[in-house]
């Protein structure tokens, strides 16, 4: 950072954060005059008991919310436009998107389309398509239950192309939840294997802010703490959760997609195309793919391995001991250290590394990545 510039920083919502926090809601709806919800959800959510309930609550307030649940696990543009409909057929007021990042995500995309009506990529933020958001957008608020994406407190929804796979970002300030529920007690029934994976979704989104090469200390030091908040809470959160390791974590997810906003790098580049073009669930393809990832950036950035080694409390405060630690924490939560346990194989590398070098992420990395960098990568981790 050099000191005869002027930067710009921008932090996101309202956040009403706790136990119960969730059962706000509908005084919340009642309060804006707000009575027809459309709930975005997934069709996993939509079974669970504490899903049920909120939609219950919301209706003992009069209030009549509509359930949209028909998405895919790695969102796709045909999701955006079936629950647009579902808006549009039931003369909804408001989105509420419960849920993981994909529901969110979606929820996101419906707030933008119910204004604006163009090819939903038209408004992709890597071309620009930001300052065609000039519509106003239904009022929306987001309730997580899982601790990784951070996407309640996000500005974007990642969406792919049914077709191509390739993933777009649609962006605005417009798209900010006007209120975040954060409730850790709706993270406590996830099973293990998701809370491990979203939980290393969330330390990849903290690391590769807190070295993305854009400057921003506020997200910098956000970045660090949210390590240190994953650092001591995420192998008991998977193995022993309790409310305490429940909590850390999703606030570590908060700040990790606040932190993000500078920027993320190449491990999320090398995940997208393990999501697109083999559906692996977006944390665990981080998770598999951070040491990797973490290693090729360790070169040149020693000063920045130092600072994420002292914030973990390693003995060695070097890079190659945040990649061991990497390691470590994966065997401790049950994470595959390799590739091909994750159905990954040969043959898919080349279009993987394709993928990735298309992807948006790497651009922000701290070093360049080159195509030839991804397949190496891919090969090293198969």
């Not at 933008?112 to 957008?137: P, Q």
């Not at 997810?253 to 999320?268: N, T």
Request: with cysteine.
């Amino acid at each position: 950072m050099t000191f005869d510039k002027i930067y710009q920083y921008n932090f996101p919502t309202t956040i009403r954060f706790g136990a119960g926090s969730s059962n706000e809601l509908a005084d919340y709806l009642v309060k804006n005059n707000l009575s027809r919800p459309l709930v975005v959800t997934d069709a996993n959510v939509a079974q669970l008991d504490f899903f049920k309930y909120i939609v219950n609550a919301l209706k003992k307030k009069n209030i009549s919310p509509g359930v949209f649940s028909g998405i895919h696990k790695n969102p796709v543009k045909s999701d955006v436009y079936k629950g647009t409909d579902v808006y549009d057929n039931t003369q909804r007021d408001s989105v509420i998107g419960i849920g993981g990042g994909a529901a969110l995500d979606v929820a996101r995309a419906i707030v933008l389309r119910v204004n604006h009506r163009e090819d939903l990529f038209k408004y992709d933020d890597l071309i620009g398509g930001d300052v065609y958001v000039t519509n106003e957008v239904p009022h929306f608020i987001t309730i997580p239950t899982t601790a990784g994406t951070g996407s309640e407190v996000g500005r974007s929804a990642i969406i792919a192309d049914d077709e191509t796979h390739q993933k777009r970002i649609l962006f605005s300030p417009k798209l900010l939840a006007k209120i975040v529920f954060a409730d850790p007690l709706l993270t406590m029934a996830l099973p293990p294997s998701i809370t491990a994976a979203t939980g290393m979704d969330a330390l990849t989104h903290n690391m590769e802010a807190y070295l993305a090469k854009m400057s921003h200390p506020l997200c910098e030091g956000i970045a660090l703490e949210g390590i240190s908040l994953i650092n001591s809470s995420l192998e008991k959160a998977v193995n022993k959760p309790n409310l305490e390791s429940r909590s850390k974590m999703l606030i570590a997810s908060l700040m990790g997609a606040v932190a993000f906003q500078k920027g993320l790098g190449v491990v999320h580049s090398l995940a997208h195309p393990l999501s697109s073009l083999l559906d692996t669930h977006h944390g665990l393809a981080n998770a598999v793919n951070i040491p990797y990832g973490m290693q090729f950036n360790t070169s040149g950035f020693e000063n920045k391995f130092r600072r994420i080694a002292r914030t973990l409390e390693l003995r060695d405060e070097n890079g190659e001991a945040v990649v061991n630690y990497l390691f470590d924490l994966n065997t401790k939560i049950n994470i595959p250290h390799k590739l091909r346990d994750i159905g990954v194989k040969q043959e898919h590398v080349e279009t993987l590394a394709d993928l990735a070098i298309a992807d948006f992420a790497h651009p922000n990395n701290p070093k360049p990545v080159s195509r030839e960098d991804f397949r190496n990568l891919y090969s090293k981790a198969l």
